[in-house]
């Protein structure tokens, strides 16, 4: 007697079933591989911005530590501009402080303070950096 006769078909594929269950663990893992290329995808960019953010502070401190005359540097380096870089628009203000400097001071230096921001950055992303500079 052949089996088909016994009352049970032997398999030849798959059920809808086993076919929907495979499509929804398909799907599910497109779906959470999309969401993680996307929030990749925006910390690459948030990584390149503040990346472009440091270069452009650290241009103004080596600039400015490097400038030939030391009693210019306030009038030289207190400013604020607009950058764009990248396709992204930085602001960066530099402001000079000095410290002592009278005649009868013991101390005299600078404080060089350059702070650049994005819009796409958030608040605490922004960039600050300072330097002391001496007479020389």
Same mark, same amino acid.
């Not at 088909?4 to 959470?32: C, D, K, P, Q, Y």
């Given at each position: ?80 501009? +607009?950058?764009?870089?990248? *396709?992204?628009?930085?602001?960066? #203000?530099? @402001? &000079? $402080? !000095? ?13 060089? +303070?350059?702070?650049?921001? *994005?819009?796409?950055?958030?608040? #605490?992303? @922004? &960039? $600050? !950096? ?7």
């Amino acid at each position: 007697m052949s089996r088909m006769t016994e009352g049970r078909a032997e398999r030849a594929g798959m059920t809808l079933i086993e076919v929907l269950v495979a499509l929804v663990i398909l799907s599910g893992s497109l779906i959470a591989m999309g969401n993680f290329m996307g929030k990749f995808a925006h910390t690459q960019r948030r990584a390149a911005i503040h990346s472009d953010a440091l270069d452009l502070a650290t241009d103004v401190m080596d600039s400015c530590q490097h400038d030939s005359t030391y009693a210019a540097i306030p009038g030289d380096w207190t400013k604020t501009s +607009t950058i764009s870089r990248d *396709n992204a628009t930085f602001t960066r #203000a530099t @402001t &000079v $402080k !000095q410290i002592g400097g009278a005649v009868t001071s013991t101390v005299n230096y600078y404080i060089v +303070t350059t702070q650049v921001v *994005n819009s796409q950055l958030v608040p #605490a992303d @922004t &960039v $600050k !950096q300072s330097i002391v500079i001496r007479p020389f």
